[in-house]
């Protein structure tokens, strides 16, 4: 500390350099500010992602965060997006069943999960004057009873129609050579509507508009797998659901009775490279979003925290192991943020710089007074000048006087005038010593037959 105190101002120069330049390092390597943009890839319009995405949006944006909302088919073109550098999408809504491991190419980007954030239940509607003509008027309870209908499962980009197919597959009923499949999930749902399919297969939270719209068209039922058990023991990714009689619509007692069900989670799935302050972000809107209770979930179960398909990035298990950042209690989020990824650095540099407290501010009173101090010099001189026998009496008064007004234009703070008036004091009392030489030398000598004065 000694040592520190006693070092001069090129060594504690050099020392805020390093403080400076080790700030800049851990800046450029911490990054703990981020760029303030998300691309979402959400899903097909009036879908459930489509819906979440639209509701994530107000709420980043009122941390300060750009958001755009890129409309796709579904979950293979959202995943395709995410492992594409070049897309420029950070984040994206992946049906359960769509992300797996083995179907990720070499050069593909890595993809990691940030929870799941719904349920998404497998929803096959089907016409009843379908079943009436197809099904001698039974409604079908497993898809090898789908034999000869038309189905629709969704646009070719969507999760709807490979997970359909590989369910109809195991369950008996092999995908036709050309499977049905709409350019978007609107149109699927008009051509059912309107009697140009029979059945329309759609892996949707409950929420999403299209699903609400299904469940109260009249002639329009909903299919319940009786074998529901059965392909969630063969495909680890699904899970039985029951749709309660009279959910739907209690009045009407729609549905009339327990419909079981098979779904999947919808994962929120992000860039290996996306921010961890960007992540935090979405896990939080995740959270405001996802959290109220709903027709298959109780307050609170989503998000929660799943790596079945795709790896849960770390700052994701962070978030379901220790919650927010306490900072972010009593801190705007983007300033907790970064003293969070900043403190490991701050803390030492701080430790380091606490001599700084005693060295600058005895330097700022050295600096103001040097000011002052440094004209001294030139009144020295004046007065070593004036002692001498051949003293130019009025060359000095003429530097005497320069000096003077420049002293008049010193700039110091008010607690250091004290000192200009000294030195404006001293300046006059060499002044009458000046004045007072020039008199003496200018009275002429007594007569040599005067006595000299006793």
Do not use: C
Request: hydrophobic residues 50%; without cysteine; charged residues 20%.
């Amino acid at each position: 500390m000694l040592a520190l105190t006693s070092a001069g101002p090129l060594a504690q120069a050099a020392l805020l350099g390093v403080a400076a330049l080790v700030l800049w390092v851990a800046w450029q390597v911490l990054q703990p500010t981020p760029v303030k943009r998300l691309v979402i890839a959400t899903g097909p319009e009036q879908g459930a992602y489509d819906d979440f995405a639209r509701r994530y949006r107000p709420l980043l944006q009122a941390q300060g965060v750009e958001v755009e909302l890129r409309a796709t088919q579904g979950s293979s073109e959202n995943l395709a997006l995410l492992r594409d550098a070049r897309s420029g999408v950070h984040a994206a809504f992946v049906q359960g069943g769509a992300a797996r491991p083995d179907a990720a190419g070499a050069d593909d980007a890595p993809v990691l999960s940030l929870g799941g954030v719904a349920i998404e239940p497998l929803w096959l509607f089907f016409r009843e004057d379908s079943a009436q003509r197809l099904s001698a008027g039974v409604a079908p309870e497993k898809l090898a009873q789908l034999a000869g209908w038309r189905i629709d499962t969704g646009p070719p980009g969507g999760g709807s129609g490979p997970l359909f197919w590989q369910l109809a597959e195991a369950g008996g009923l092999p995908a036709p050579p050309q499977a049905g499949a709409t350019v978007d999930a609107v149109g699927g749902v008009l051509d059912l509507v309107q009697g140009r399919v029979d059945a329309l297969a759609l892996v949707s939270a409950a929420e999403a508009p299209l699903v609400q719209y299904l469940l109260h068209t009249p002639g329009v039922q909903l299919l319940g797998m009786a074998q529901a058990e059965a392909y969630a023991r063969r495909f680890p990714f699904l899970r039985v659901l029951k749709l309660p009689r009279g959910t739907v619509d209690l009045a009407a007692d729609l549905p009339p009775q327990d419909l079981p069900l098979v779904a999947t989670t919808a994962t929120l799935a992000v860039r290996a490279d996306l921010h961890p302050a960007l992540v935090q972000l979405l896990l939080q809107t995740a959270h405001q979003v996802h959290s109220p209770p709903g027709w298959f979930q109780r307050g609170s179960d989503f998000p929660q925290p799943s790596a079945d398909e795709l790896p849960l990035a770390p700052a994701a298990d962070r978030y379901y192991r220790h919650g927010p950042p306490w900072l972010q209690q009593y801190l705007p989020f983007w300033l907790a943020n970064f003293v969070d990824r900043m403190w490991i650095v701050l803390l030492p540099l701080l430790a380091a710089l606490l001599p700084l407290s005693r060295i600058l501010p005895p330097l700022v009173t050295l600096r103001l007074r040097s000011r002052v101090f440094r004209w001294y010099a030139h009144l020295r001189a004046i007065e070593s000048a004036l002692e001498q026998p051949d003293a130019d009496f009025a060359a000095l008064r003429e530097r005497l006087e320069r000096l003077d007004t420049q002293t008049e234009n010193i700039g110091v703070p008010l607690s250091f005038t004290n000192e200009l008036y000294d030195l404006r004091g001293h300046i006059h009392l060499v002044r009458k010593r000046l004045l007072a030489r020039a008199a003496g030398m200018a009275e002429p000598p007594p007569a040599a037959d005067q006595p000299a004065a006793s």
